[in-house]
């Protein structure tokens, strides 16, 4: 049910103006649309930019933080001594040094690697050499062109050979020339001691950086958090200041506002306190466009995310939520098809809601409780209970079941429901699709439609009931009148060739929109099949693959068992509850005449 609103035009004086605004923002409860252009100007930007780095920096800091925080060396200031922009820019500089020190490691681990073409590096021995008037070299040339005789006539000695290159050195006499066809190796400016000492100093600086962050993290957040939530309510108060319509050379401020009707008094009595001027009126159809607030009972209110996923209703229609609600947990039941999956989220789901443990996503444990629920009842007429075929089980309990099951014929039972429950959706649809266009525009844009349900659903009834027969013929004739000569205004003369051509070219949208409708509910029974099918492949996998080894054997059916239904009841709950949303959103709402498109209720108040 969507809650009624009240509008609330209100006039305030310019130098009162940002003094209201917070009094109003204080109250809490009335929402102001927002311009388009206000969230693309400059300081809104800036204001949105701000919050997503301040969501980067908390991301980087929980991906930080350590279960097991010691103390750091590191001498610097605690997050308490900063606040805001400071503590921003503070961590800014912190993750820019780890930063500079990852690439100053990248950059000497290169230099590193060069000495490595070398192997075991001697430069001790090196210099002892080269203090004893000796010059030693370093030459690389290609495997090809490396010449023996250089062994014999400048000393030459191959330390390396790697990827088609030879790598040697020369040790001659102090100042003796030494020309060879061979490329001079040249070494990095540092030893490779020093490079290893700089590469080890600074990952210990990293890791003191990393430890201090990890070590403020907490607090850190929380300020941060503090910080994003006043520049959102800096955002919230910068759009409604510019919602305002200026009056009187801007002397005058014009803001409109919306308040629900049953909180409407609580408002009233709180403007009449203030040095404004303001009516409160009722919403004019095709004018305003009030915020939405849906008001439904529980089972109902679980659905209103579903729903919101797709669009929200506009004030002057139907709330669809409670009509698809009951359908939507049919479905998932179908898809799913397993009383035994059924059963394990019912029971999952449950003890989540009585631990407590997450409160904050009790609606979604509900939402999940319930559709496990509607798969334990379908799952309980296609009679399978973790892949198991229930109607060759014998036990009591399940005897008495066998009734409602789908006989081992049921898979074109199971074909024929689904297409039985397609039909009597869409109808349904249809019927509400008449309250829908009376209400949006009037009686008489919903003529043909009632035209329409008269002449499928009263035919399908009546020849139920009687075969065809006079109620039959009835049916035919009040439908086809009301589609095809009273579907529009009938002022003029050529008023019924217009109806009737605009009535055949509706019968023709009609026709083939509502076959590819319908078949489109086949997917439930595909999708319940395939996971029956797979389930029980999964239990005569772990029958046939177990050895003859007693406890090796009940060992590896049970991982079978375990994985094998743990994945196909992560992809049947996923199909599950895709394709049941696709029917609601595409075939459900298409014939329920479901317009959409408005916003939702979110009063100017301080977060």
């Known amino acids: 049910m ?126 002892l050499i080269q203090d004893n008037n000796w010059d030693v ?28 290159f030879k790598y ?50 907490e607090e850190a957040i929380t300020l941060l958090n503090e910080y994003k939530q006043s520049v959102i309510n800096d955002a919230n108060f910068y759009k409604v200041s510019e919602a305002a319509q200026r009056l009187a050379d801007d002397k005058i401020m014009a803001l409109e506002g919306w308040v629900p009707t049953e909180i409407e008094a609580d408002t009233i009595a709180w403007l009449n306190k203030e040095d404004v001027y303001f009516e409160a009126t009722e919403p004019e159809k095709n004018v305003d466009n009030p915020p939405i607030k ?17 669009s929200i209703p506009t004030y002057w229609e139907l709330d669809m939520t409670p009509f698809f609600a009951p359908f939507f947990v049919i479905f998932f039941g179908f898809c799913m098809g397993d009383l035994g999956y059924g059963a394990l989220i019912c029971l999952v789901t ?12 009790d609606n979604v444990l509900w939402l999940g409780f319930f ?50 429950i397609g039909v009597f959706q869409i109808l349904f649809g249809m019927c509400l699709k008449i309250i829908n266009q009376t209400k949006l525009y009037g009686f008489g844009a919903a003529v043909s439609t009632l035209g329409w349900v008269i002449l499928l659903l009263g035919g399908i009834v009546s020849f ?58 086949i997917r439930l029974f595909a999708l319940g099949l395939s996971g029956s099918i797979l389930g029980l492949v999964f239990n005569d996998l772990a029958m046939n693959m177990r050895p003859d080894i007693p406890v090796l054997g009940t060992i590896v059916m049970l991982l079978i068992l375990i994985f094998g239904h743990a994945m196909n009841i992560a992809l049947s709950a996923l199909s599950a509850f895709v394709h049941p949303m696709r029917l609601t959103f595409v075939e459900f709402y298409k014939n329920s005449g479901f317009v959409g498109g408005a916003k939702q209720y979110e009063p100017f108040k301080k977060i």
């Open 2 to 127: 969507i809650t009624p609103m009240t509008k609330l035009t209100m006039l305030i004086y310019h130098r009162d103006y940002n003094k209201f605004l917070n009094e109003l923002r204080d109250h809490g409860v009335v929402h102001v649309h927002t311009k388009k252009e206000t969230l693309q100007d400059e300081t809104m930007k800036a204001k949105m930019t701000e919050v997503k780095h301040i969501n980067n920096v908390i991301k980087a800091l929980t991906q930080t933080k350590t279960k097991e925080q010691e103390l750091c060396d590191l001498a610097t200031l605690r997050p308490c001594d900063l606040r805001n922009e400071e503590l921003i820019n503070h961590i800014d500089e912190q993750y820019a040094k780890m930063d500079s020190i990852q690439q100053e490691i990248v950059a000497l681990q290169k230099d590193n690697n060069i000495y490595a073409q070398w192997g075991a590096f001697p430069e001790e021995r090196l210099k």
């Open 137 to 164: 070299r370093f030459f690389t040339v290609p495997s090809r062109k490396y010449d023996n005789a250089w062994e014999e006539e400048f000393n030459a000695f191959l330390v390396n050979e790697l990827a088609g």
């Open 168 to 217: 040697f050195t020369t040790i001659t006499s102090k100042g003796k020339e030494v020309n060879i066809e061979a490329e001079k190796f040249h070494f990095p400016a540092m030893k490779k001691s020093e490079i290893e000492a700089k590469i080890v100093e600074l990952k210990n600086e990293y890791a003191s950086i990393k430890q201090y962050l990890a070590e403020i993290s």
């Open 294 to 310: 849906l008001k439904n009972r529980f089972f109902s209110r679980l659905f209103e995310m579903v729903g919101n996923m797709y």
């Open 350 to 361: 449950l003890g989540l809601i009585i631990s407590r443990k997450m409160k904050e996503m």
């Open 371 to 420: 559709l496990g629920l509607g798969t334990v009842v379908m799952g309980t007429i296609s009679g399978t209970f973790f892949g198991v075929p229930l109607l060759d089980v014998d036990i009591p309990i399940v005897n008495k079941l066998k009734t409602i099951m789908f006989k081992p014929d049921g898979l074109y039972s199971a074909f024929y429901v689904s297409l039985i």
């Open 464 to 521: 139920l009931i009687d075969g065809i027969g006079i109620p039959f013929y009835v049916c035919m004739i009040v439908g086809c009148v009301l589609i095809f000569l009273l579907n529009g205004p009938i002022n003029s003369v050529t008023a019924p060739f217009k109806n009737i051509g605009s009535g055949l070219w509706d019968t023709y949208n009609m026709a083939t929109g509502l076959l590819g409708d319908v078949l489109s509910y």
